[in-house]
């Protein structure tokens, strides 16, 4: 079989790989000296696309519009920017083993490829209701969505059922949010199901919640919360007909999309690479426990500079900004430089309908509510600090100018000292621009 060598590999072709390209052509690489070797079929595009405008059922968006670097405002690298950049893509390619004491990556077809210096951008990966045996769980038409190809699988779903169907949504997190909203918008009848009190309780307090809440009722979507998926009824084609709820209740369902997590995809890595939360661990320039080996994007455990602590983060911005951290750190490190130690503010949005919400910083501590967040109002417009040992540490803000997020991102980089919850609530966004 055969064997290519590169210098540089990277395996994973998503969001952080395609950031990592554009850097590594900004050193200086050398035609030949790079490979992306990736399972997709397509080159590294902006993953967040596909649960928004990749759906919408008019002006959807499509390739080879949103491949990166769009989705920050750069440059759009198409197939041909790779090529001219000496830069071997390998698609439709599974690694399925890699030897990191031989420095050697299998694939599926059993070709082999060696490297000096291997980049892990192998991101996550579902987590789905038949890895917890749920009764039903394999019917036709129970969908999910992490790549490409599931996008596709559900724009062929939607068309099929057409108008006014029924969609059940299965989880209450960033998947669970943005495809029931897209659903609607593609006139079907939705129902949410999941078991915590509120919506993305990862994040939300109950009250940025109960404006989510409240405004996707108003459009028509139906939450069942408290309860889980117990199992699945199908019809004689094997597709999805009916959610059975563990409180008993039994719901209709055309169409279900189930977002329950996510999990990094460190398998082909285990007991060869120090892990840490889930992740593979890492130093402030992504270089993992192996000489020669870093890990960027949804898999890296990384120190958090800010907070003293080390986390994995599955945003984007972090994906884009760590892959970039790596690369300067490999070539910084080649010509015996240092660069300065990653330092990250979490910054993670999100988009669905006409709302839109960013949040920048830590989420601990005591939170405040400001501004129009009643669900009701026409333009609604609301934001939250958290408050911890007397600093304001986090911030977030639906429906802000851009001047605004960036004041409430200043918020959550300086820590301000914060006098009071009841003036922050008072003051609410005039607060940030005046740090
Ligand atoms: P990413 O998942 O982008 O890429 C991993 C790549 O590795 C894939 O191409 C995969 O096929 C490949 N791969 C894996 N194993 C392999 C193997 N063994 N061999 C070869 N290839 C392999 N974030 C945010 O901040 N705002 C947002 O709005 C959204 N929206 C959003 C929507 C949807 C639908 C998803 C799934 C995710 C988001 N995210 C997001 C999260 C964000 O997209 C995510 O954090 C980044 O894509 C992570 O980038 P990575 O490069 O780490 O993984
Ligand atoms: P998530 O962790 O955001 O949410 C999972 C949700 O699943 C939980 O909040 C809970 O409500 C629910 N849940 C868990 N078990 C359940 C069960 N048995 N039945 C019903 N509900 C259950 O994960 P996700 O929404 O699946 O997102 C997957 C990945 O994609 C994550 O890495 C996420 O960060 C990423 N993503 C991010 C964005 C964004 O940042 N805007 C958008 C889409 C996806």
Partial sequence: MAEKSFKYVIVGGGVSAGYAAREFAKQGVQPGELAIISKEAVAPYERPALSKAYLFPEGAARLPG??????????????????????????????????????SLTSAAGETFKYKILIIATGSTVLKLTDFKVEGADAKNILYLREIDDADKLVEAI????????????GGGYIGLELSAVLKIN???????????????????????????????????????????SGFTKNDNGEVKEVKLKDGRVLEADIVVVGVGARPLTNLFKGQVEEDKGGIKTDAFFKTSVPDVYAVGDVATFPMKMYGDIRRVEHVDHSRKSAK???????????????????????????????????????????????????????????????????????????????????????????????????????????????
């Fill in 66 to 103: 949103f491949h990166v670097c769009v989705g920050s405002g750069g440059e759009r690298l198409l197939p041909e920017w790779y090529k001219e950049n000496g830069i071997e893509l390998i698609l439709n390619t599974e690694i399925v083993k890699a030897d990191l004491a031989s420095k």
């Fill in 159 to 170: 068309k099929a059922k057409k108008n006014g169907k029924a969609a059940v949504i299965v």
């Fill in 187 to 229: 006139n079907f009848d939705v129902k949410m199901v999941y078991p915590e009190p509120w919506c993305m309780p990862r994040l939300f307090t109950a009250d940025i919640a109960a404006f989510y809440e409240g405004y996707y009722e108003k459009k028509g979507i139906n939450i069942i919360k408290g309860t889980v998926a």
């Fill in 325 to 435: 951290q790596a690369v300067k750190a490999i070539f910084a490190s080649e010509q015996g430089k240092d660069i300065e130690a990653y330092d990250y503010l979490p910054y993670f949005y999100s988009r669905s309908f006409d709302l839109s919400w960013q949040f920048y910083g830590d989420n601990v501590g005591d939170a405040v509510i400001f501004g129009d967040h009643d669900p009701a109002s026409a333009k609604a417009k609301f934001g939250s600090y958290w408050i911890n040992d007397g600093k304001v540490v986090g911030a977030f803000l639906e429906g802000g100018a851009p001047e605004e997020n960036q004041a409430i991102a200043k918020v959550a980089k300086a820590q301000p000292p914060a006098s009071s919850l009841d003036v922050l609530a008072k003051e609410g966004l005039e607060f940030a621009s005046k740090i």
